[in-house]
T-cell receptor
């Protein structure tokens, strides 16, 4: 069965420090990969996506992610976090022609001063 | 800008009541989705629809039904609400343009007492 794993439920990071959120998927072929962010009380906003081509993708708000086929991973990074980056982050994969998503459980990011 | 709206941000219902959650999108998208979001479980797909009057079960359809009479509107119905349906409900849509990017509404936090 297809699955998406976000190993870190909760991450605390200092403002200005770097951030990396991990995502691993289990699927036979290369799926379409997405990272979404959910600020408190809000819906989900797309940060970035990967379909094919360059394995390092740039997104909004200074985020980037790298697809590594050999590790079935799609990790999200930001070089220097801002207090406004405190939110919950979801990795998602789309594996069928309907575009249905399988989501990870999410990683809650707390930013300290 | 794609806009996905949900009829209520917060809803409190009693056990056994019939509950309607409404979702409207303004981008003429073919595909629409209902998810529930619970802490530690991420988003789980309840139902999706790929056309008017067409629907498919997702991963957790039990206790729910849906209706799509018009392309822009997708309703989630709890026939007889139960306390274990207390959750955040998110609606999403995407077009058949091959990108599979889903656009999310702000969510409805439903409490069943």
């Amino acid at each position: 069965a297809q699955s998406v794993t976000q190993p870190d439920i909760h991450i605390t990071v200092s403002e200005g420090a770097s951030l990396e959120l991990r995502c691993n998927y289990s699927y036979g072929a290369t799926p379409y990969l997405f990272w979404y962010v959910q600020s408190p009380g809000q819906g989900l906003q797309l940060l970035l996506k990967y379909f094919s081509g360059d394995t390092l993708v740039q997104g909004i708000k200074g985020f980037e992610a790298e697809f590594k086929r050999s590790q079935s991973s799609f990790n999200l990074r930001k070089p220097s976090v801002h207090w406004s980056d405190a939110a919950e982050y979801f990795c998602a994969v789309s594996t069928d022609s309907w575009g249905k998503f399988q989501f990870g459980a999410g990683t809650q990011v707390v930013v300290t001063p | 800008d794609v806009k996905v709206t949900q009829s209520s941000r917060y809803l409190v219902k009693r056990t056994g009541e019939k509950v309607f959650l409404e979702c409207v999108q303004d981008m003429d998208h073919e595909n629409m989705f209902w998810y529930r979001q619970d802490p530690g479980l991420g988003l789980r797909l309840i139902y999706f629809s790929y056309d008017v009057k067409m629907k498919e079960k997702g991963d957790i359809p039990e206790g729910y039904s849906v209706s799509r009479e018009k392309k822009e509107r997708f309703s989630l119905i709890l026939e007889s609400a139960s306390t274990n349906q207390t959750s955040m409900y998110l609606c999403a849509s995407h077009g058949q343009d091959g990108t599979y990017e889903q656009y999310f509404g702000p969510g409805t936090r439903l409490t069943v007492t």
